[in-house]
């Protein structure tokens, strides 16, 4: 008897949970529900933060990272800054499985194994994700002159605009849109997925914390799972993942490894600090997450759900 199935995820991972929850009911993987899962939030085209319609880059490019990683083994497949193709939680999977040498390729790279494997190209830019993009950067009544010209993508002053934008738009309002979602199945395998168009506006071929083991992912079956949303820059200096994964390795219950990571993080100087958060799953099915905002929340589905649940995060 073990504790699964259950499979849980960070805010808006309802438009997957459900698909992954019966998935595991009919006794499919750990890694089946969570890619299946992942991959209905990459095609939510209200999410502007994952998969088709993500937001871009500063060039204009949505760019996608994505990971996923098996609890027993520490096996991990991961892409970082794909484009034109819509679901990089499954080229993750692909990497996890048929390029076992590697576990991240980005870029050029990655879309080339992707052609490869037989993965269909996409547009990923819908035209509401552009149109939120560009009013994004219309130059503010207090721009400068010279930012007049800002509207055209991919000369130097658009550039500049753009992290300028970053700059404006810190500390970002609301919940980041990046999905984890991590499952454990009636075999008692755990696996933990991440996926996401990272930070908006970014720089162009910015890997984020979704794609980096320890970072934004990382299970291990021994202790347990967790994931990140928010500012990967910070979640990668402290190798967020990881240090909640330590907590619940030292015996410390699941909110109180979540809180653990964020007040590490939460010591660190940075001009763009905004929203971290973190949630965790263990081999024996318990579950917690945290946030530095009040009110955040996740979603939990076990076999006896009839609806996605949705608990608190604690609080830092
Ligand atoms: N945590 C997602 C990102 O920073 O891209």
Not at 61 to 82: K, N, Q, W, Y
Not at 145 to 155: F, M, Q, R
Request: aromatic fraction near 6%.
């Amino acid at each position: 008897m073990t504790a699964g199935p259950i499979i849980i995820g960070s805010e808006r991972s309802e438009a997957g949970l459900p698909a992954g929850i019966a998935l595991l009911r009919q006794g499919a993987s750990a890694l089946d529900a969570v890619e299946a899962a992942l991959r209905l939030c990459e095609d939510n085209l209200d999410d502007h933060y994952v998969g088709t319609g993500g937001l871009p880059n500063a060039r204009g490019e949505v760019e996608l990272d994505a990971s996923l990683m098996v609890g027993s083994t520490r096996a991990f497949g991961a892409v970082g800054a794909v484009r034109n193709y819509p679901h990089p939680i499954s080229i993750a999977r692909a990497v996890l499985e048929k390029l076992p040498q590697h576990c991240l390729l980005v870029g050029e790279g990655a879309e080339l194994f992707a052609q490869e494997q037989g993965f269909e190209p996409a547009m990923l830019l819908t035209d509401e994700a552009w149109h939120l993009f560009r009013e994004a950067l219309q130059p503010s009544s207090d721009a400068v002159e010279g930012e007049k010209t800002l509207a055209a993508p991919g000369d130097d002053v658009y550039r500049l605009a753009a992290i300028e934008l970053v700059n404006r738009f810190r500390p970002h309002e609301g919940p980041w849109g990046t999905i984890n979602v991590l499952a454990l199945d009636e075999s008692g395998e755990m696996v933990v997925g991440v996926s996401t168009s990272g930070y908006p506006w970014k720089y162009p071929g910015r890997v984020g914390d979704s794609a980096l083991p320890g970072t934004g992912n990382y299970c291990d079956l021994r202790y347990g799972g967790a994931a990140c949303t928010g500012r990967g820059e910070m979640s990668m200096r402290v190798t967020g993942a990881r240090l909640v994964v330590d907590g619940l390795a030292r015996g410390e219950d699941p909110n109180e490894a979540c809180r653990t990571m964020l007040a590490d993080a939460s010591t660190l100087r940075d001009d763009f600090k905004a929203e971290l958060r973190t949630l965790c799953l263990t081999p024996d099915g318990r579950h917690g997450a945290a946030a530095t905002q009040s009110g955040a929340t996740y979603n939990v589905m076990t076999s006896s759900s009839t609806a996605v649940e949705v608990f608190e995060r604690v609080v830092l």
